[in-house]
């Protein structure tokens, strides 16, 4: 049931045949009425944290695993469905979503990658699309933006150097 009677409230869906999140391995979805949650975490401090909403998700759980099982990297995977929700969260909830000293981040959405600079920081990166005009099958337009896990796994792989 929606919650929100101040406002507009929209609901972005996506035509894609997406992967079902298993919720033994992932957490619950709980946190969404917070605007973003920890999906998936190591034991202490991140060394890097990845940032998706919606459909993209997908792609940095499965660079999260190659990340964690090729590179022994402490990734966490954050979904973060809605900006609004989480920047009206206290600040220590944000803080133990995004701690502030984890500088390695990486955001991933399938739009403007706008905005998303304060959620990454100055040492982060975003995968968007600031541009329109490409007309291909979506599979093939998402590879050719770098929408995959590989290209994830690249880029936290040279953040980290």
């Known amino acids: 049931a929606l919650q929100n009677d101040h ?7 996506t035509r894609q045949g997406l992967p079902t999140l298993d919720r ?12 973003a949650y920890v999906l998936s975490d ?16 997908q792609h940095i759980a499965r660079a999260a695993e190659t990340l964690r099982a090729d590179d022994g990297i402490n990734v966490r995977v ?19 979503v995004l701690p502030p000293d984890v500088e390695t ?9 706008q905005g998303w600079e304060r959620y990454v920081g100055p040492k982060g990166r975003v995968i968007g699309i ?8 979506g599979s093939t337009n998402m590879e050719q933006f770098g929408f995959t896990a590989e290209h994830v796994v690249d880029n936290v792989r040279a953040m980290l150097g």
């Open 7 to 13: 406002g507009p409230t929209a609901l972005a869906l």
């Open 42 to 57: 190591d034991d202490g401090t991140p060394d890097a944290i990845l940032i998706a909403s919606g459909s993209e998700v």
């Open 24 to 35: 033994t391995t992932y957490a619950s979805a709980d946190g969404v009425r917070q605007g």
């Open 130 to 137: 600031d541009r329109f005009g490409a007309s291909a099958p």
């Open 105 to 113: 981040r990486l955001a991933m959405e399938a739009g403007r990658a």
């Open 78 to 96: 954050v979904s973060m469905p809605s900006w609004a929700l989480f920047d009206a969260q206290p600040d220590a909830y944000r803080d133990a």
